[in-house]
């Protein structure tokens, strides 16, 4: 079946590390994404890794990927107030799956 | 990466009327697809427009609700017909990078109010 889980809100402190983790069910998965979506804006492709990978680093994001347990997340080190939005993470099955998004609050 | 423009980025209209979308990529794709985001939801797949065929559409979605045209490789139009309240949403396009259904970028959204 197609199901992409997410927890619904992450608050941190400015400066430390977020951690938000996903789950989906379809292990015919070629990619898995991250996308950021800021108030009143679109999505923004934030960074994907390939399903044969098991983490893809880029700057301040660290994705990793379990692919035995179907779960994914994305690090974003040194969280920043200007990081402060919606991210979804998403699976390719030939079209794109969605979570419901985790919403992550930075505190100054 | 691809730069996708949309536009109306927001309306409010009428119960009973319909409202078009435009969407344009700034390079030639094969497919564009067209999402709904519900307030407070994830997004949703409407249909897949290719150039020169009809579109695919999802589950829970018909042609006659959601009209597509997709008249070259740059360009695709989303309408919204005979709107209730139910239809307010956010609705965005994309496309793919190279043309695939890979690495999709999304414009920035129309915001659809309906009274």
């Not at chain 2, 959601?66 to 309240?85: D, E």
Request: hydrophobic share 30%.
């Amino acid at each position: 079946g197609e199901d992409v889980e997410q927890s619904l809100f992450l608050s941190v402190r400015e400066g430390d590390s977020s951690v938000i983790n996903c789950t989906y069910t379809d292990s015919s998965s070629t990619y898995l994404y991250w996308y950021k979506q800021e108030p009143g804006a679109g999505l923004q492709l934030l960074t994907y890794i390939f399903s044969n990978m098991d983490m893809k680093q880029d700057q301040r994001l660290t994705v990793l990927l379990n692919k035995k347990d179907k779960h994914l997340s994305l690090r974003i080190a040194d969280t920043q107030t200007g990081d402060s939005a919606i991210y979804f993470c998403a699976e390719s099955i030939g079209k794109l799956i969605f979570g419901q998004g985790t919403t992550l609050q930075v505190k100054p | 990466s691809a730069v996708i423009s949309q536009k109306p980025s927001r309306d409010i209209c009428q119960r009973g009327t319909s409202l078009t979308i435009q969407c344009q990529v700034d390079s030639q794709v094969t497919m564009m697809f067209w999402y709904r985001q519900q307030p407070g939801q994830s997004l949703t797949l409407i249909a897949t427009a290719n150039q020169g065929s009809e579109a695919t559409y999802e589950s829970g979605f018909v042609i006659d609700k959601f009209p597509i045209s997709r008249p070259n490789l740059t360009f695709s139009t989303l309408t919204v017909s005979n709107m209730s309240p139910e239809d307010s949403s956010i609705y965005l396009c994309s496309a793919g990078q190279g043309g695939t259904n890979e690495k999709l970028f999304f414009g920035s959204g129309t915001q659809l109010s309906v009274l």
